[in-house]
Structure formats: C-alpha cells, structure tokens
C-alpha cells in the first residue's frame, strides 16, 4: 500500500537557519504530493503541493520539489522564523488507475521548533 | 469568507454515551473527510464522502457512523462502541478526489 515517511523529530533550529524536513514515499500510481503545517491546537494548513515529476511547489519561502526517481519530496527553507514552529506533514493522494476517492496518506509529522 | 467549521471545539463525554462532532463547509465542495489524529501520529481516514447521500468507510470506521444529506454538512457521531475515543477529530473538504483538501480547526474529544 501507500505510505509516506518523514525524517524522525523533533528539530530545533535557530532563527534565520536552514531548514530541511525530509520525505519520502511509495505509491502505486502518479501521487500528488503536500505538505501540510499544523500549529498548535489547530487545524491543518496546505502549505505547498506538486501534482507531477519535477514540479516544484513553493509558498510563504518554504520550496519542495517532486523528484520521481528517488521517490522524494523533501520540505526546505532558507531562513526560518519562530513564527514557522508547528508541526509539518507531508501527504500524498495516490491516483492508481484513476481511483483515487481523494484519500491522504500522511507521514507521521515531524516537530519544528525555532528559537529567537 | 469561506472555510470549513467544526463544533464544539472542545467536548467531554462520559463512557457509554454517543456524541456527534459537527462538521460544516461553504466552499461547495463536493467530497468531504473525517479524520482521527493520535498524539505523535498522522491522520487516519474514519470516513469519507463524495457526494450527498453517499458515504464509505476509511481505513479505521469501526465505531463511528456519518451522514451526508447535506453537501454542506458532514456530522460524525461517535459510539459507545469506539473503545478508544480520546483523540483530535479533523474535518476535511475538497473539490473532488484528486484535489487538495481543506481542514477545520478540529474538535478535541476527551471520554472521562
């Protein structure tokens, strides 16, 4: 089946660091793939998508390419705030033979803290 | 603005009884979810819709029950049955099934 892996948190970065949140993923078919920001004691933000091979997705400084061949789609940004401490998902929506009914597979979330 | 509301954003229930977690979207989206968040884990699919009238079961449905006779509205009641109900409950709309998916702000059910 599906299933999508996330580097091991938490992380804990200083203000103005790089960041860098792997994922990886097995699918059967041509996934979309997200990520997904959570803060704390809320719901879950779309943060960026990519829908095919080498497409990259970018929103709020935060870039992810989708790299087919190693299977990836790895979370980076340059310079990291404390306003960017949540708790990141990286999901995918597997279109096997076109049955897709839209569910996600998420990894199991990864712990960013920023300290000022 | 349009958006996807959950209510109550905190609910307590005592063991033995149902309680239904409310779910409604003015997006008019087609396909809405319901999902389980555990402490430390992803989310898992309870149930899914993709249109009125229609439901299927997710990947741990077991316990809960829905209905769709709205396109609007999505509630999800969960039973006695559920042995484990403490947990974050997330409500998810999108256009259709390939497309992304748009989250509540979530209702954190404890069982007392």
């Known amino acids: 089946g599906d299933s999508v892996t996330q580097m091991e948190g938490p992380v804990t970065l200083s203000e103005e660091a790089f960041l860098t949140i792997n994922c990886t993923y097995t699918?059967?078919?041509?996934?979309?793939l997200f990520w997904y920001v959570q803060y704390p004691g809320e719901g879950l933000q779309l943060l960026l998508k990519?829908?095919?091979?080498?497409d990259k997705g970018s929103n709020k400084g935060f870039e992810a390419t989708y790299r087919k061949e190693t299977t990836s789609f790895h979370l980076e940004k340059g310079s990291v705030q404390v306003s960017d401490s949540a708790v990141y998902f990286c999901?995918?929506?597997?279109?096997?033979?076109?049955?897709?009914?839209?569910?996600?597979?998420f990894g199991q979330g990864t712990i960013l803290t920023v300290h000022p | 603005d349009g958006g996807i509301t959950q209510s109550p954003k905190y609910l307590f229930r005592k063991e033995g009884q149902n309680v239904t977690l409310s779910c409604e979207q003015n997006?008019?989206?087609?396909?809405m979810y319901w999902y389980r968040q555990d402490p430390g884990q992803g989310l898992r699919l309870i149930y899914y819709?993709?249109?009125?009238?229609?439901?299927q079961k997710g990947d741990i449905a077991e316990g809960y029950s829905v209905s769709r006779e709205k396109k609007e509205s999505f509630p999800l009641t969960v039973t006695s049955a559920q042995k484990n109900p403490t947990a974050f409950y997330l409500c998810?709309?999108?256009?259709?099934?390939?497309?992304?998916?748009?989250f509540g702000p979530g209702t954190r059910l404890t069982v007392l």
């Open positions: 998810a709309s999108s256009i259709g099934g390939d497309y992304e998916q748009f």
């Open positions: 699918a059967t078919g041509y996934p979309s």
């Open positions: 990519a829908t095919k091979a080498d």
């Open positions: 999901a995918l929506i597997d279109n096997a033979g076109g049955t897709s009914y839209g569910k996600l597979t």
């Open positions: 997006l008019n989206h087609d396909a």
């Open positions: 819709s993709q249109i009125v009238n229609d439901f």
